[in-house]
């Protein structure tokens, strides 16, 4: 990770970690970098979810792309597998989308897709971080190249309202009849609001919809996917088959079953992993999942003669071990699912559409169909340290860890990681009981105490 963009793209609270100066240089920097590698018109897509920040930010953008020459293309409010699919198809240069996904209104983002819909190669993002530090002399471009646009040169701004509403055709076309299907769904105030309903309603479902009136501060605000509770509640209290809960920008989705019940990354996995192995379509015979994943679900796996292959957190790392193995469905725990023959990104009304179809198919509901996964207690603490490598690699520290796994066998498991963004060491325990969960954590969190590391 750099030193402005994490492993989903720059985020931070508006106007104080992530300003209008950032945006300006972003797009200036994109028209420069394009423009000296392309040698013709640049053309950009622009989406933003609901915050209040976001015009802002937009506005930014827009203003540093056009001045370096690059045409804007302004998709308004919209989801993040959008701008993903609208970049590959409409061969734009790059695609941006300003959000900061699950975070509180007052934070926001911005992320960069190149033109395959993929998430931007490392190699662009450190010359921009280079760029937006004035470091100018390692971008390896001449200086007259840095210089704004002139005359007709200059870029323009264009509304590109249409876009969202290709994408919405697209989405539809890959779902399935679903008359007599009653559903909810979660919009979280945020991006989902803009198609999700109109994607649902034109295949026919019975749809119940909930926090679809954003205002640009109510954005996940006790909604969504990571506030799921209400969603559980309305399904049940009104007898619906299942709901969907999207995050702000609609590129991860959870499930609720009947009764109430969530349905997570895991799930849906397992759920739609199993379905693709009994119809011959499960490359590799293998779904891709992070460290995270919970021990049930390799279990089940193991049990359904599935293979599973496990990488670093972010929908990011999943992705690239997907497309390097030719691996076809992976992705998270928190919902980010990719169905890497219909989508480069995580897309949580995909993903819907995915669950529904198999419902459909098998004529089972969510809750039979995750039936056979028995997911682990799980336990995480999270210990604040002084220097995150230093604790990780203490020997007192792996030697307890390894001694928790002997422990645990072939019943459980013990991870220890440092935190992508903080300061912090998370222990993590799974297995069958929950106490024993909380003793194990508690084994290695002393540990780390004891040596010191623990920063009070």
Do not use: W
């Not at 013709?40 to 937009?58: A, H, K, N, P, Y």
């Amino acid at each position: 990770m750099g030193k402005y963009f994490g492993t989903d793209g720059f985020r931070g609270e508006a106007n104080k970690s992530l300003c209008v100066n950032h945006s300006l240089a972003i797009g200036r920097f994109l028209g420069i970098y394009f423009s000296h590698n392309k040698k013709e018109s640049v053309r950009v897509i622009i989406g933003r979810d609901t915050r209040r920040s976001g015009t802002m930010l937009e506005s930014a953008l827009v203003a540093g792309l056009t001045e370096m020459g690059a045409d804007a293309y302004l998709l308004g409010v919209t989801t993040t597998p959008s701008v993903a699919y609208l970049a590959k198809i409409e061969q734009f240069d790059c695609g941006i989308m300003i959000s900061a996904s699950h975070n509180p209104y007052f934070d926001n983002g911005i992320k960069l897709i190149n033109g395959n819909g993929e998430k931007m190669e490392e190699s662009v993002i450190s010359l921009l971080e280079a760029y937006i530090d004035g470091e100018y002399d390692k971008l390896g471009i001449p200086a007259e190249e840095l210089l704004p646009a002139e005359q007709k040169n200059i870029g323009r701004a264009i509304s590109y309202a249409g876009g969202v509403e290709r994408y919405a055709d697209y989405l539809t076309g890959l779902g399935k009849p679903l008359t007599g299907m009653r559903i909810a769904l979660d919009c979280a105030n945020g991006s989902a609001y803009s198609v999700a309903g109109e994607v649902f309603a034109r295949l026919g479902a019975d749809i119940s919809i909930i926090n679809n009136t954003p205002d640009g501060v109510n954005i996940n605000n006790n909604a969504g996917s990571t506030h799921i509770e209400g969603l559980c509640n309305y399904v049940v209290d009104n007898k619906l088959q299942a709901g969907f809960a999207y995050d702000g920008d609609a590129d991860r989705c959870l499930c609720v079953d009947e009764d109430g019940n969530v349905i997570d990354g895991d799930l849906i996995l397992y759920i739609y992993g199993s379905y693709l192995k009994e119809q011959g379509r499960l490359n590799a015979n293998t779904v891709v999942t992070t460290v995270m994943s919970n021990f049930g679900l390799y279990k089940a796996f193991d049990e359904a003669g599935i293979a599973y292959a496990k990488t670093a957190v972010g929908d990011k790392y999943v992705y690239e071990y997907m497309v390097a193995n030719d691996c076809v469905l992976g992705g998270e725990q928190s919902g980010h699912i990719i169905f890497r023959d219909y989508a480069s990104t995580g897309d949580g009304i995909l993903t819907s559409l995915k669950m529904l179809e198999v419902m459909s198919e098998k004529k089972q509901s969510l809750k039979e169909l995750a039936a056979k996964v028995a997911i682990y207690p799980q336990v995480l603490t999270n210990v604040r340290v002084h220097d995150k490598a230093a604790a990780k690699n203490d020997g007192d520290v792996q030697a307890a860890v390894a001694k928790v796994a002997e422990i645990l066998g072939n019943d459980g498991r013990i991870l220890v990681r440092e935190s992508g963004t903080e300061p912090i060491i998370r222990v993590m325990v799974e297995a069958k009981d929950h106490a024993l969960c909380q003793e194990m954590v508690h084994r290695v969190v002393q540990v780390l105490q004891e040596k010191g590391h623990e920063k009070k």
